[in-house]
């Protein structure tokens, strides 16, 4: 079994800057690709940004330039860094992982999710 824990969220004003967190636990061979998905009320989930093996990162359009996502392998971490934060950005936010949980094959795991208000 895999386990992903996040911490970080809460709530912030506009314009301002907060930094999510996620670790993976368990039984890992390789995390090949770490994600951070949101969800708002009334939304469906999307994609915000990913980070694949070789460190190659996609952004959504509506945070690209504002949003980072590092990623630490050694410690089977990743981090989603906002700024300049907007009301639209409300959201849960949840940390994907797609993981070898065996040497020949894998799943993907989800965190628990972490509220980010931003007020205007």
């Known amino acids: 079994q895999v386990q992903l824990v996040e911490s970080g969220g809460g709530l912030v004003q506009a314009g301002g800057s907060l930094g999510l967190f996620c670790e993976a636990s368990g039984n890992i061979f390789r995390i090949i690709q770490f994600a951070w998905y949101r969800q708002a009320p009334g939304k469906e989930r999307e994609l915000v940004a990913s980070?694949?093996?070789?460190?190659?990162?996609n952004y959504a359009d509506s945070v690209r330039g504002r949003f980072t996502i590092p990623r630490d392998n050694a410690k089977n971490m990743v981090s989603l860094q906002m700024s300049s934060l907007k009301p639209e950005d409300t959201a849960v936010y949840f940390c994907?992982?797609?993981?070898?949980?065996?040497?020949?094959?894998?799943?993907?795991?989800w965190g628990q999710g972490a509220q980010v208000t931003v007020s205007s």
């Open positions: 980070i694949n093996a070789g460190g190659g990162s």
């Open positions: 994907n992982a797609r993981v070898y949980d065996t040497p020949s094959s894998w799943g993907d795991y």
